[in-house]
């Protein structure tokens, strides 16, 4: 999509869905999962410029800055819904929590809700008009056919993630086990991989991190010291590739591994600090989104 055009949809999205008024500031608020991460710093920014092209329209930005905390973000969201918010784009943190509290209120105070990035679970879908993303499943397959070109032979695998409740990062690692294992599965996250095609996974992972990219970049050296247990690492986002100058220390203590292949490491997403680390050669490939447009 061409700049800004998915967050102008939304918003025009939203003001349909909401009851027409003449002469009104629209209030819109986009709710990220933490809003100091740079993946949704740069949907803020965008959906800040999106505002801007429509009449008497704002978006509030607004989210949890230090980790992904589901009760932080209902908390959030339910102040916005008190403040009379005329609608709202979530990326859902934890479905269950959410539905049974701020979205639950919104819903019942007629709301309109779209969700972006992190959709809710299926039984929650009646709470929100639309989603607005990636395919997530399809980005961990993506994943998945990276490690297959980059270890072709299998390999002992660590999956570092958000949350093991995050929806999309859930819908991710099914896709990734998928693309291994040969296997289809019914839910999301699907089953750890046991040596499938020569693929198998760490016991101690999957690791959360909770948003935390400094507790990310103790759990990725945990990871390097524990060369027998796991050889490969894909990261479900940024996380530890964010603490940018903590992630490259961590990287050149351990380059020759890398550039050897000893030990290979995927991301999700391509911000600006994570294209500079591939650049570097300190990982070895990366899945994009464009979270501004």
């Known amino acids: 999509m061409k700049g800004k055009s998915w967050l102008s949809w939304w918003l025009l999205c939203l003001l349909l869905f909401s009851e027409l008024a003449m002469s009104k500031e629209w209030v819109f608020a986009l709710v990220p999962k933490k809003a100091s991460s740079p993946f949704y710093m740069a949907a803020g920014e965008g959906c800040e410029a999106a505002a801007k092209t429509l009449k008497d329209v704002k978006c509030v930005f607004r989210g949890s800055l230090k980790t992904n905390d589901v009760r932080k973000q209902d908390k959030i969201l339910s102040q916005l819904i008190d403040e009379g918010v005329d609608g709202i784009a979530v990326a859902v943190t934890q479905s269950e929590f959410l539905a049974n509290n701020s979205m639950q209120k919104a819903y019942e105070a007629g709301i309109p809700v779209v969700a972006f990035d ?10 929100r008009k639309a989603y607005i993303g990636t395919n997530n499943f399809e980005l961990g397959q993506a994943l998945g056919q990276a490690v297959l070109k980059l270890r072709p032979q299998g390999a002992q695998l660590c999956i570092h993630t958000g949350r093991l409740d995050s929806p999309n990062l859930n819908l991710r690692i099914m896709g990734l086990r998928s693309i291994l294992s040969g296997n289809k599965y019914q839910n999301p996250p699907g089953k750890r991989l046991m040596g499938e095609n020569g693929y198998s996974e760490w016991s101690r992972c999957p690791l959360p991190h909770f948003g935390d990219f400094n507790r990310a970049i103790s759990q990725m050296q945990l990871v390097f010291e524990k060369d027998k247990s796991a050889n490969t690492l894909i990261g479900m986002g940024g996380g530890p590739q964010n603490a940018v100058e903590q992630y490259q220390k961590l990287m050149l203590a351990n380059k020759k591994d890398l550039d050897s292949h000893k ?24 899945v994009g989104q464009n979270p501004y447009d």
């Open 263 to 286: 030990f290979v490491i995927v991301f999700a997403d391509t911000n600006a600090s994570q294209l500079g680390h591939l650049r570097d050669g300190l990982s070895h490939y990366n």
């Open 118 to 127: 992190a959709d809710f679970n299926e039984r929650h879908h009646y709470l």
